[in-house]
Structure formats: structure tokens, C-alpha cells
């Protein structure tokens, strides 16, 4: 997929290797973990003790961030390793600095996005009534924020550091960006999937149900409940909800509707199997899209049959959220899956990625 390089070019993509890894292991994570404490701080002094549901968010972004960091210190590491080879004109060298610095462009995007649901966004209007507005010093410059910038800076480097075509450079630009795109909506929606289904509606109340109750198993509890209206429930209600008796919900459209949210009886909720494959299958197929760069890079099937499937799998439970939990953001997050997915069954793009020759090859 990429063309030949001149002595300068090389040069030039080495020392990004090196500067990459160094920013990937001193400067990155540093960068991560302020982010993640002024959210944490905000998520549990402002919103759960009003917003019940918002609880998840620390466990899953204690877990999600670090994960990032561990894998950017690592990819750091590799970075500052293999920069002797990228200089040498190792197609496998550029080709897994390109994947490297797509985990920067993706962790940042997937860090930046919930400092933006949790610190800048006002919540105060409702629909969970008692939540103050944010901060006055809350902006969208999150500390985190140059991790993408920068990531995708050494992106596209590793990209188009070569003498091929600006019109060839351009028809690589569109899905490898894509690529990237689609891999962190799929992750934001995974953080939604984990979010609800980790989400134990009474554990914050006085009498919270234990480990074998059914009603604290993550598997069981929302047999016994109206998912969707949990999702706009205030903790003052929960400490008195009752079984079989409606309660006043306000919908995210701001409607007050009475509805029974908690059932005397279980009845099966598909929300279960929904919010676990839209969480943690999202999660790895996120990890995937980004794990088959490197491999696309050097036209392996590998990488191709990785972005086909993860995208065809994201886009399906993408869908499927939708109709089960009526979710804006998993149909948005379906239709760039199977767009994605459509875009590597096109020639003009499927040639970047596999050898058409040898599949003629192998059917013969």
C-alpha cells in the first residue's frame, strides 16, 4: 500500500517514532489520568448523588482509562524500538507505526468524550431534577484533549510520508480516517452498554440488594424493571420506589409519565443481552478495528476480515439498541458501522487493503 520513500522522508518518520513513543509514555497517560480525576470528581459530587445512574461511570472509567494508558506505554515503548527500522524503510516497521499511532488518535477521542458528558454538559435543566450546572471553568479543552491531536498528527504521517499521488493519498485518507472514527463511536457506545448493564437501580438506597439477590445480579435485575424509565430516575425516588406502584418519571423529553418501574413479578428483558453485547462486544470491536490497522497497512486478510466483521457485528447490535432501547446514539453508531463496512466491499478502497490477485489465485 505505500509507495517509495526518499532518505528525508524516512527521517522524518523515524524521529516521529521517537517523539511519538516519548509523548506515548511521559506525556500521554499523565495527560489521561488529570482528565480522568476532574471527571471522577465531578461524576460523584455533582451528578450521582441526584442521577443514580451516573454511578457506573466510575468503575468503567477507572477500567477503560487505564487500559489506555497501559497500551499507550507499551505502544510508546515499541515506538522508540522499532524507529531504527521505519528509518531503514521497514514496510512492517511504518506499517505498525501507523497502527501504533492510531491508539493515541482513538484513546483521545474516547477520553475527550466523556469529559464532555460529565464535566461540560448541563444537566441541571433535567430531566433528573437537584443537579447543579456545571463549573465555570469547565470548557471543552480537556487536559487530554492534545492525545488526540497529537495522535492523529503522527497518524496521518506514517499515513502519507511517501511519493505517492495527492490522489491516491487522498483515497487513503478517507477510510483509514474513517476507520478511526468508527472504532471510537463504537467504543463511546460501549461505555453506554457497560454503563446500563453494570447498573444496579437500588444499590445506592438504604437496604441496597446483595450479591444473590436477583435484583443485584447484573444478569437478573432488569427482569424486575422498566429499563428505559431507569434512565431518568432520581435517587430520591429510588430510596422509596415500590413494587407494582407507578411513579413519576420525567422522559428525557421533559414529559412527566406515571408508569410502574419496578415489577412484583420477573418478566425476560431483552435489555440484558442488548446492553451486554452493546457493551463489552463494542469494547473489543473497537480494540479490534484498531488492532487490524497495522495489518491492513501490509494488505493482509487478517486486517481486512477484521474491519468487514467488527463492523458489520457493530452495526447490527447498533441497530438492535435502537429498537430495544429506542437509543439515538446506537443507530447513529449502526449506520457508521454499516457504512464502514460498505466502504471496504468498494473496489476503489478494497484494493488498498487485500490483493485481488490472490484471491483469483486461491478460487482457482
Known sequence: MFNKTTKMQRTIM???????????MYIFPTMGMKTLKIALVEVMERLIPFDPDFYPAVPILGATYAIWFVLLWLGGALAIVIA?????????????????AAVPAVAGMTMWIPWMVLVVSDYSKGPV?????????????????????????FYYIFLLMDGDSIKNKIIKIIPYTFLGIVAGMVFMNGQHGVRYFIFIPELLTANPPGDFNPLGNF??????????ALTTISQAQLDTIKAGVPVDIVTKSHEIVSQVVKFKEPTYDPNTLTLLLGGFMNYASSYLMVLAIPFLAMKKKFGYYTVLTTSLATALIGFDGYFVRNSFEWLVGGIMSLALFIMFLLPIFKNLFINEDDEETAEA
Not at 14 to 24: D, H, Q, R, S
Not at 219 to 228: S, W
Request: proline share 11%.
Open 219 to 228: 444478569f437478573t435485575n432488569l427482569d424486575y424493571y422498566n429499563a428505559l
Open 14 to 24: 523515524a524521529v516521529t517514532a521517537v517523539i511519538a513513543g516519548i509523548l506515548m
Open 84 to 100: 531504527k527500522k521505519v528509518y531503514e524503510g521497514k514496510e512492517w516497521a511504518r506499517s505498525t507505526m501507523l497502527g501504533l
Open 129 to 153: 431534577p437537584g443537579i447543579i450546572p456545571p463549573p465555570a471553568w469547565a470548557s471543552p479543552a480537556a487536559p487530554v484533549l492534545p492525545v488526540m491531536i497529537f495522535g492523529l498528527l
